[in-house]
């Protein structure tokens, strides 16, 4: 069964730092781009950050750039999302997202998605 | 950033009925949209990818349509278990961005 499990949310105190990690299981992991995403209470879904296969490319959303790093080990199958400088608004839940790409028909391009989640951990960043 | 705007922010609706669900992108992102569905305590759950592909293993009364700007998610009956919060998501842009989603309550 593919399957993602997320780890390491818990209380911290705002300036902290935390490190989330999510196992990956039922498929080879070191094939695939990998997300992290986060959802704040009653809020929406907010992409966090994107590391590619090779671990090449590496992307940040605006409000995480600079604090939060990203980072695989394919030999463990897992996925990383160290944390500095944490803020009252990081509070969210926070999912692992599978990226996958599919061509586009007669074209040379893809498409991409995030087709496999893990349930998320909660992080509260508060005093 | 692209923003991507849904419409409505909630909906209430009843079993057997059929809903749509809108989507508007900042600028033109072609086909590169994707819908999730999102249940409390639960994984995330992609439904369609490039704006009118079902994923595998979802039911057919889900359907995408649109390019461009505008797209749309379409349930044909609603089921007791579609009762959830939609996003759609541009994949356009290498920063990602979600909507803001829409809540499917029972009426």
């Known amino acids: 069964e593919v399957q993602l499990v997320e780890s390491g949310g818990g209380l911290v105190q705002p300036g902290g730092s935390l490190r989330l990690s999510c196992a990956a299981s039922g498929f080879t992991f070191s094939s695939y781009a990998m997300n992290w995403v986060r959802q704040a209470p009653g809020k929406g879904l907010e992409w966090v950050s994107y590391?590619?296969?090779?671990?090449?490319?590496?992307y940040y959303a605006d409000s995480v750039k600079g604090r939060f790093t990203i980072s695989r080990d394919s030999a463990k199958n897992s996925l990383y999302l160290q944390m500095n400088s944490l803020r009252a608004e990081d509070t969210a839940v926070y999912y692992c997202a599978r990226d996958r790409r599919s061509p586009a028909p007669g074209n040379d391009y893809y498409y991409f998605y995030m087709d496999v989640w893990g349930k998320g951990t909660t992080v509260t960043v508060s005093s | 950033d692209i923003q991507m705007t849904q419409s409505p922010s909630s909906l209430s609706a009843s079993v057997g009925d059929r809903v749509t669900i809108t989507c508007r992108a900042s600028q033109s992102i072609a086909s590169y949209l994707n819908w999730y569905q999102l249940k409390p305590g639960k994984a995330p759950k992609l439904l369609i990818y490039a704006a009118s592909s079902l994923q595998s293993g979802v039911p057919s009364r889900f359907s995408g349509s649109g390019s461009g700007t505008d797209f749309t998610l379409t349930i044909s009956s609603l089921q007791p278990e579609d009762f959830a919060t939609y996003y759609c998501q541009q994949s356009y842009s290498t920063l990602y961005t979600f909507g803001q989603g829409t809540k499917l309550e029972i009426k």
């Open positions: 590391i590619s296969s090779s671990t090449n490319i590496i």
